[in-house]
Structure formats: C-alpha cells, structure tokens
C-alpha cells in the first residue's frame, strides 16, 4: 500500500467536499478501498465513511453560502433555490393555489 503524499490528501479533501464517493478518491489516489480507513485514519484522524460525512458537510456549508451571497446580491435564481433548499418553497406544487380551476358560474355575474 502507498502511503498519501500531501497532494493526495489535498485531492481527497476536495473529492469529499464535492461529493465524491470511495471509487473515486481511489481512482484519482491510486489506492485500493480496503487501504482507505488505514489511509484516512493516518491523513484525518477518521475513517473512510466519518471522514467522508464530515467533508461533506463541509461542501454543503461552501455551497449554501454561496447561494445565499448571490440571493443576498439580487440574484433571483438563486433566491428561488435558496427558498426551496431552506424554506421548504415549492412553485411547483398546488400549496396555496386552487387545487382545481372552477367550472364556469351558473349565473352570470355582475361588477
């Protein structure tokens, strides 16, 4: 088993961050998945699984900011998004709208 140079942890990092997955940090390091707990323990202090939970949390933290800086700047796309990811929003759904469009009146009305 190869040990993880520096670069290769740095790899890692930015593997797990993006949500990347085992077979590829062991296609971009080279090494094999049995090694990656032995590997991961050494770089991070974790296993494989616990250091990929945390770096992903990590990614997710990166990503939110970045929505919420381009919705803090205007930007309505990512409004939208920010609203659906924490808000619960879904323009998509009947929530708030009529759930059926109403046959025409029986009567004629007036204004």
Known sequence: MREWTDDDVDNVKGLL???????????????????????????????????????RLVGRAKFNKVVFDA???GNAKALEM????????????????AKSVPSKPDKKLEL
Request: with cysteine; net charge negative; hydrophobic share 30%.
């Open 71 to 73: 919705m803090s700047g």
């Open 17 to 55: 961050t993006s949500f990347s997955d085992a077979d590829e940090v062991c296609a971009v390091t080279g090494c094999e998945k049995k090694d990656l707990d032995h590997l991961c323990k050494k770089a991070f202090g974790l296993n494989f699984e616990d250091t990929k939970a945390r770096f």
């Open 82 to 97: 920010f609203s659906r990811m924490h808000m619960g929003y879904d323009p998509i759904s009947t929530h708030g709208k």
